[in-house]
């Protein structure tokens, strides 16, 4: 089991810059492949990105590539850095986690945190 907490939303301006954290428990953080899924008001849940087991592979969404960054740490807490937001990224922020393999994992995952809502305001 892996329990999931997220942190690190807020209200921020076009252009501005939010950096999201989520940490995980258990002694097995390096077991699981760990991303990010957002879903906004009356859409569904869409994969923003994730990072392998050894922060070796990261996958994007083509919409933040090059504005969000992916990465792990050794401390079971992996982030999203995200640069020049948009008001299109408004939306709750899912941190997930998966035992799959990388290349059928894309945005399905086992366990999930609580979520955190970025609002970026024109």
């Known amino acids: 089991q892996v329990q999931l907490v997220e942190s690190g939303g807020g209200l921020v301006q076009a252009g501005g810059s939010l950096r999201l954290s989520c940490a995980a428990s258990?002694?097995?953080?390096?077991?699981?492949?760990m991303g990010w899924v957002r879903q906004a008001p009356g859409k569904e849940r869409e994969f923003v990105a994730q990072?392998?087991?050894?922060?070796?592979?990261t996958d994007y969404v083509d919409s933040v590539k090059g504005r969000f960054t992916i990465s792990r740490d050794n401390a079971n807490t992996i982030y999203l850095q995200m640069n020049g937001l948009k008001p299109e990224d408004t939306a709750v922020y899912y941190c997930?986690?998966?035992?799959?393999?990388?290349?059928?994992?894309?945005?399905?995952?086992?366990?999930w945190g609580q979520g955190t809502q970025v609002t970026v305001s024109s």
């Open positions: 997930g986690a998966t035992a799959r393999q990388w290349s059928d994992s894309r945005g399905e995952y086992e366990y």
């Open positions: 258990g002694r097995t953080f390096g077991s699981y492949v």
């Open positions: 990072i392998s087991r050894r922060a070796i592979h």
